[in-house]
């Protein structure tokens, strides 16, 4: 079994900062991409950011030259680093990860999700 568990979310005023974490464990032969996608109340999950096992990165418009995804392929957890924070930043923030197990294909595993709220 594999498992993504997302940390980090919180209150935050905005023009603040908040870094997400997202750890994967459990079974895992590789990560592939892995990326932040978010969810407003009464919205649709959006894509916020990607990135490549080799560590290339796409953002969404409304986050460039705020955010900033990385990770760490030794600790298998990825971030986001969140800056300049607005109230239409407030969301709950999903980890998700294409991971291939020692048996079988790779597939997408999803977190359960870390609440940001953003005040103004």
């Known amino acids: 079994q594999v498992q993504l568990v997302e940390s980090g979310g919180g209150l935050v005023q905005a023009g603040g900062s908040l870094t997400l974490s997202c750890a994967a464990s459990?079974?895992?032969?590789?990560?592939?991409?892995m990326g932040w996608y978010r969810q407003a109340p009464g919205k649709q999950r959006d894509v916020v950011a990607a990135i490549t096992s080799g560590g290339s990165t796409n953002y969404a418009d409304s986050v460039k030259d705020r955010f900033s995804i990385s990770r760490d392929n030794a600790k298998n957890t990825m971030y986001l680093q969140m800056n300049s924070l607005k109230p239409e930043d407030t969301a709950v923030y999903y980890c998700?990860?294409?991971?291939?197990?020692?048996?079988?294909?790779?597939?997408?595993?999803w977190g359960k999700g870390t609440l940001v709220t953003v005040s103004s």
């Open positions: 998700n990860a294409i991971i291939k197990g020692p048996y079988g294909p790779a597939m997408h595993y």
């Open positions: 459990g079974s895992i032969f590789s990560i592939n991409a």
